[in-house]
C-alpha cells in the first residue's frame, strides 16, 4: 500500500505539506490564499468528498476553465483520490467540448461561471455533475482531513489531454503517474532548479504547458501565483514580477514576444524574474534576440508535445545565453538537445548516406549529418502511454517502440536537434495547436464551396495564422459577392469550430495545385501565400 502511494504524483504535495507547511503555495495576483498546509487539506477534502459522491477510482473529471486558484485544488485532489484529470482548453467550440467529454466518458466537469451555463445546452450522456470552480459547493468539503493519496499503479492515467490528429478527430493522450514523475525530474535537470519560496506565474493556461509545470514547482514548494484576470495580460505580468520574487513563466513565443514589447515592461523590476520558459511554437531567431537584448540571461526553452509532455528537448537560460554570446544563430535557432533520459532519432527519410541518425541523451557521438532531416522520434519515460481507447493509432503512433512525432528535423553532431516542418501540416498560432483538416471539413460543409486547402503562413505577432484558400462552385462575379462569401464562410466557421481555429483571411481560388496522384501541394500555396498577410481581425 505504501508503495501504491509512492506511485501516486500527488505524494510531491504530500511530501511539500509536510516539510514546507508555512510556505506560500497558491495566490491570486498579489495575495497569498492558501500555505502548503492549507492547500493540501483542501485537496484531500475535495478528493474524499468526490470519492463519497460515488466517483470510483479511474473515473474522468473534465477541467474547463480559465485559470482560477480552485482549478488548482480540482486537479490534484483528482489525483489524490486517484482519478484521471482531463483538462480542457477553455476556448473550444461547445461541439467540440461534447466530443471530448463523451470520447473521454467525464463523469465530472470543473467549469467556469461561462461553460456551466453552456452546458445545459449540451447532450453529454456520461455526465453527471457540472461544479463550478471557486463556486461554493460546501456538500464538495468533506468533514475527512486525514486521507493519504490513493494507491495507484506508476503505469496508471492521471492526465488525458487531448489533442488533434490527422484525422481532425481530438485523441486523448494517456499520461501516467510515472510520466508526470518523470516530466518533473527532466525540468528540475533540465530546465530550471527550483527552490522553497520561488513562484510560478500562470499566465499560460492551465489545461496544458502551465498546469503540467504545477507539479515540479509543487514539488520544490514553490508558489502558485494565477493572475486576476485568469489568463496572459502583459502589463499585469510586469506587476506580478514586481510582487513574486524569483518568479518563472511558461509562455508561447508570441506572449514572449507581447511581453517584451508591453510599454509597461520600462519599469518592470527584472531583478525578480528567474526565467521565462518558452516553447508550443517556434521562436524564430530574430525574436529570441530581441527577447534576450530586453530580458537578459532569463529565456530557456522547451520542445515537447501532449504525447511526451514538455519533455522532448530543452535549452536552458545558460545555454541560451551562451548561444547569444557567441552569436551561434544555429544553436539559438534550435530547441535543444535531448532531456535527460530521453532518447531523440532522426529517421531519415531523405538522406543518402544512412537510414537514421540516433543520439542518447548524453554522451559524445560523432557522425557525419549531412542530409540527416526526417521524422522525429523519441523514446524514454515521459512517453505516453498511448491513446485513449485507440489502439489503432496507438500502435501507429508507438510503433517499434518509439513517438513518432510528425515534426520533421535535423540533429546536429552535438546532438542539438532543430525542427524544419511539421510532417503533419500542424499550424501553431499563438501557441495554439490548428490542424488544418479541422477547418477544411467545417468549410467543406458550406454549400457553395467545392475544394480548399488551409496552410498556416507566417504572422508576426501569433507565430503563424490560418489562411484558407477556397474554390467556390460557381464564379464571383464583384467584390461585394466575394465579401458576402467570406463573410458567411466565416459565420459557418464560428458556427463549427474555436474561435482562434478560424481562418484570419480566405483566399478565393480558381483551382488548388496538386501532384499527378491528385493530392493538393500544400507547400506551393505556403509559398505562394507566405508574403500575402492580411489585416488580422479579432481572436
Known amino acids: 500500500m505504501i508503495a501504491g502511494r509512492a506511485a501516486n504524483v500527488v505524494s510531491l504535495l504530500d511530501r511539500t505539506a509536510n516539510l514546507w507547511p508555512s510556505l ?147 485523441k486523448g493522450v494517456e499520461i501516467t503517474h510515472a510520466n508526470l514523475a518523470a516530466m518533473t525530474r527532466c525540468f528540475l535537470a533540465d ?13 499560460a493556461p492551465l489545461s496544458h504547458g502551465s498546469g503540467l509545470y504545477a507539479v515540479p514547482h509543487v514539488a520544490r514548494a514553490a508558489v502558485n501565483v494565477v493572475p486576476e484576470s485568469g489568463g496572459f495580460d502583459a502589463a499585469e505580468l510586469v506587476g506580478l514580477v514586481g510582487r513574486w520574487e524569483r518568479s518563472l513563466f511558461f509562455a508561447a513565443p508570441t506572449m514572449v514576444k507581447r511581453f517584451v514589447e508591453a510599454p509597461a515592461l520600462a519599469g518592470a523590476r527584472l531583478g525578480h524574474l528567474k526565467t521565462i520558459v518558452y516553447g508550443g511554437g517556434p521562436m524564430y531567431v530574430q525574436d529570441a534576440k530581441a527577447a534576450y537584448a530586453a530580458l537578459g540571461p532569463r529565456l530557456a526553452q522547451i520542445y515537447g508535445q501532449g504525447e511526451s509532455p514538455m519533455t522532448i528537448t530543452a535549452m536552458d537560460r545558460h545555454a541560451i545565453a551562451d548561444a547569444v554570446a557567441r552569436g551561434d544563430d544555429a544553436r539559438l535557432g534550435s530547441v535543444g538537445v535531448a532531456q535527460t533520459g530521453i532518447e531523440v532519432r532522426v529517421a531519415n527519410a531523405v538522406s543518402n548516406v544512412g537510414s537514421d541518425s540516433t543520439f542518447p541523451a548524453s554522451g559524445n557521438v560523432e557522425y557525419d549529418p549531412t542530409f540527416a532531416c526526417g521524422e522525429v522520434l523519441v523514446r524514454g519515460a515521459t512517453v505516453m502511454r498511448g491513446y485513449w481507447r485507440n489502439p489503432e493509432a496507438t500502435a ?33 498560432s499563438g501557441g495554439s495547436n490548428i490542424y ?26 501569433w507565430g503563424e495564422e490560418v489562411v484558407a484558400c477556397v474554390v467556390p462552385r460557381a464564379e464571383l462575379p464583384d467584390a461585394a459577392a466575394r465579401s458576402r462569401f467570406e463573410a458567411s464562410l466565416d459565420a459557418l466557421c464560428l458556427g463549427e469550430i474555436a474561435r482562434f481555429k478560424r481562418p484570419r483571411a480566405y ?3 480558381a483551382d488548388l495545385p496538386k501532384n499527378s496522384a491528385g493530392k493538393v501541394l500544400k507547400t506551393e500555396l505556403r509559398e505562394s501565400y507566405a508574403s500575402a498577410a492580411q489585416p488580422d481581425r479579432e481572436r
Open 24 to 170: 506560500p503555495a497558491v495566490a491570486q495576483g498579489d495575495g497569498v490564499l492558501l500555505d502548503y498546509r492549507a492547500f493540501a487539506t483542501g485537496v484531500a477534502r475535495q478528493a474524499a468528498a468526490m470519492r463519497a459522491a460515488g466517483l470510483d477510482a479511474g473515473d474522468r473529471v473534465a477541467l474547463v476553465a480559465r485559470n482560477h486558484p480552485a482549478t488548482l485544488i480540482a486537479m490534484f485532489a483528482c489525483w489524490w483520490a486517484g482519478l484521471v484529470a482531463v483538462p480542457v482548453n477553455a476556448k473550444l467550440h461547445a461541439k467540440e467540448l461534447a466530443w471530448v467529454l463523451e470520447d473521454s466518458g467525464a463523469r465530472w466537469a470543473f467549469v467556469d461561471e461561462d461553460w456551466h451555463a453552456a452546458l445545459g445546452g449540451l447532450r453529454v450522456a456520461t455526465l453527471e455533475r457540472a461544479v463550478v470552480v471557486g463556486g461554493r459547493e460546501h456538500d464538495l468539503l468533506a468533514e475527512d482531513t486525514t486521507s493519504k493519496p490513493a494507491a495507484v499503479a506508476s503505469d496508471d492515467p492521471a492526465w488525458l489531454f487531448y489533442t488533434s490528429g490527422t484525422t481532425g478527430r481530438p
Open 191 to 203: 530546465v530550471e532548479a527550483i527552490a522553497p519560496g520561488d513562484a510560478i506565474l500562470h499566465v
Open 396 to 428: 501507429k503512433t508507438l510503433a517499434g517502440g518509439w513517438l513518432h512525432t510528425g515534426d520533421v528535423g535535423v540533429l546536429d553532431a552535438r546532438g542539438f536537434l532543430t525542427l524544419k516542418d511539421r510532417s503533419k501540416d500542424l499550424i501553431i
Open 436 to 461: 488544418p483538416r479541422e477547418v477544411e471539413e467545417a468549410l467543406l460543409r458550406h454549400p457553395d464551396v467545392l475544394e480548399v486547402a488551409v496552410i498556416g503562413r507566417p504572422h508576426r505577432e
Open 507 to 509: 483566399e478565393i481560388v
